[in-house]
């Protein structure tokens, strides 16, 4: 009889199993809350400015306005969140005209970097810089003048 006992023991705890097939201890339990994902972060600009200088990466003599003696203008640019790295554009325009484009890569969690040009007599007037990610997607357009 001791047999039989056993098979008896067997079926008892294996039938659940056969009468509620795919269900896992996991889903018999009551349901704990789970936290969400977090959401997805997305390249972010922080702040840009146009400078006569970057110094320990932090933009001197900003403004509007820059003398042509200056000799140089830069494009200061300060991303956060940076989830991945990626690339990014300054392009500068003169008069409307693309003058040249700085391709500037961006690490992670956050990066500032910047873009400079040198200053000629022939680069008075009205410049812009846009502020563009590989995609196209526009972040900033910065406005200035080079004067006398």
């Known amino acids: 009889m001791r047999p ?6 067997l079926l008892f705890c294996l039938l659940p199993g056969l009468f509620l097939p795919g269900l896992s201890a996991q889903e018999q339990a009551p349901e704990t809350p789970s936290a969400a ?3 997805e972060q997305k390249l972010a600009l922080k702040s840009a400015v146009m400078c006569e ?13 820059f003398s042509v003696s200056a000799g140089q ?16 554009y300054h392009r500068w325009y003169h008069r409307d005209e693309l003058s040249t484009q700085t391709r500037l890569r961006l690490y992670t969690p956050k990066w500032s970097t910047y873009s400079v040009i040198q200053l ?9 810089v846009e502020i563009i990610d590989q995609n196209g997607r526009v972040f900033d357009v910065l406005r200035f003048s080079i004067t006398d």
């Open 4 to 9: 039989i006992t056993v098979v008896a023991a």
């Open 37 to 39: 994902p977090p959401p």
């Open 53 to 65: 200088r970057v110094e320990n990466l932090t933009p001197v003599r900003s403004g509007l306005a």
């Open 73 to 88: 203008v830069c494009c200061f640019t300060s991303f956060d969140p940076v989830p991945q790295p990626t690339v990014i």
């Open 120 to 128: 000629r007599e022939t680069d008075k007037g009205p410049w812009r």
